[in-house]
């Protein structure tokens, strides 16, 4: 395994004894995971997804890739949520920062669309695309979401200029439910490519179907490796029946025990800016599985040392109610060092001979520390490198932290019901038919 946890800035505010009793609970609430008697168990396909990915699948996604990668430079991935955060976190995760800057790389470059509803990304990304060769892929399980399909139809309507209905047939390749919403049957009545979600897959579950595998291939990225690297942690997570050593039941124990302490909002950190979307991905997963019922710790993030100079103040001496998962990479995949200069005049001297990583090191353990000494009780997950296979190491231990952790809340971690409230607003708002009442009900709360 690539990925450790550690607890020792945690000790101070949960006694072992009352971690004992945690580690219980998230045992029992792991059986119940393996066993598929909780809620909402009729979703948990995910589980076994690192296992029963088949090699043809995987043939297919990357034969697909190959086919999208011929067909031009870009690849507009249109959906929202699940439907693209856990592809986007693995793509930024291993690209380059600079790779949209960056002429033949391997790969298309990836854009995003339907994610919200700005007009102006929206008119920019088509007036950019207007003299490209680009497809598309539309992701969708419902396949009746408002923002992707907003998106879809504008660029639906910009390749039917471009190349016409059938050039249209090659360039579209939809990822939705095998049998239901409007997509599939757009889908089905213009011949696109379609690839399955499973039903028993919810969309912040999903990086592991072709969901998240298409875009990653895509972008050159091996999926099999991805997929291996979910293996190998997801047969440490289900057999290793050692409460005290089992990574997800170790994770999921210490943010409960921190939560029956009034810290009520867990702040993921990274170091390194490729995370970015990985912690978006990761605020999704956790703040959708558990914020319900007037339950849930709230998932924020941070970037460090950037958020140092903005979030700092707060985190060292806010209110504390809040705890911190540092997410550290071990070895950079090429590193600097920092070397002597004659004249001092910046005074750096004393790093010569560091690399960049170690002083990167440093600033984590000296923030730990400090926040420490301000109450700030910090787990820290180390992952080796970054790679596609520790990639699948780290989001599937979060994605099986996570259902051990909503258990453990008493709430069903793979519905989601709360959304509904503002999609229906919003269709009333707008004026969609059947939504007269519920419009009425909203106008008269606007004046
Ligand atoms: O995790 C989830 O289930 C959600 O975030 C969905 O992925 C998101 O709402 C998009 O839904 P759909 O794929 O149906 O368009």
Redesign the pocket.
Same mark, same amino acid.
């Given at each position: 395994m690539n990925l450790t946890l550690n607890d020792r800035f945690v000790k101070d505010f949960v006694t072992a004894n009352e971690m004992e009793n945690f580690l219980k609970k998230a045992e029992d609430a792991k059986q119940t995971v393996l066993n598929r008697n909780g809620k909402g168990n009729e979703f948990l396909g995910w589980l076994d997804l690192p296992e029963t990915i088949s090699a043809e699948s995987l043939k297919e996604i990357r034969d697909t890739a190959e086919q999208i990668q011929s067909l031009g430079s870009y690849l507009v991935v249109v &959906? @929202? +949520? +699940? !439907?693209y955060?856990g592809a986007r976190a693995v793509i930024e995760g291993l690209s380059s920062p600079f790779h949209l800057l960056e002429p033949n790389r391997k790969g298309v470059t990836i854009l995003y669309a339907g994610h919200h509803l700005d007009s102006d990304y929206h008119s920019k990304l088509l007036a950019f695309l207007e003299n490209k060769d680009f497809c598309v892929n539309v @992701? !969708?399980? !419902? +396949? $009746? $979401?408002t923002e992707?399909a907003i998106a879809f139809r504008l660029l639906l309507s910009l390749l039917e200029r471009k190349y016409g209905k059938d050039g249209v047939k090659k360039r579209v390749f939809s990822t939705?439910d095998k049998s239901k &919403?409007a997509l599939k049957k757009l889908s089905d009545e213009s011949g696109f490519k379609t690839f399955e @979600?499973p039903d028993d897959v &919810? &969309?912040?579950? !999903?990086f592991l179907t072709p969901?998240g595998l298409l875009p990653i291939a895509c972008s050159g990225f091996q999926i099999h490796q991805l997929v291996e690297g979910a293996k190998s942690i997801s047969k440490e997570l289900k057999e290793n029946k050692d409460p005290k050593s089992n990574l997800a039941i170790r994770y999921a124990a210490a943010r409960n025990a921190l939560y029956s302490k009034n810290k009520k909002i867990e702040v993921l950190v990274s170091y390194h800016p490729n995370l970015f979307y990985t912690l978006e991905w990761w605020k #999704?997963l956790f703040g959708?599985s558990e914020g319900k019922e007037g339950k849930g710790i709230f998932p924020a993030s941070v970037q460090f040392t950037t958020d140092l100079h903005s979030m700092g103040q707060y985190l060292q001496d806010g209110e504390r109610n809040l705890f911190e998962t540092v997410i550290q990479i071990e070895s950079a995949k090429s590193d600097i060092y920092l070397t002597e200069k004659s004249d001092n005049g910046d005074g750096l001297n004393y790093l010569a001979g560091k690399t960049l990583t170690e002083v990167n090191h440093q600033a984590t353990l000296g923030t730990l520390i400090a926040h420490h000494s301000g109450n700030v009780p910090c787990l820290e997950l180390n992952l080796k490198s970054l790679s596609e296979s520790t990639m699948g190491e780290l989001m599937y231990f979060f994605e099986f932290s996570c259902a051990i952790s909503g258990y453990m809340l008493g709430v069903n971690p793979f519905d #989601?019901p709360g959304?509904e409230d503002y999609k229906n607003n919003m269709f009333a708002l707008l004026g969609k038919k059947g939504f007269e009442e519920k419009r009425k009900e909203l106008l008269s709360k606007l004046i």
């Open positions: &959906g @929202i +949520g +699940g !439907s955060l @992701i !969708s399980k !419902s +396949g $009746t $979401t992707p939705t &919403g @979600i &919810g &969309g912040r579950y !999903s969901v #999704q959708e #989601q959304v």
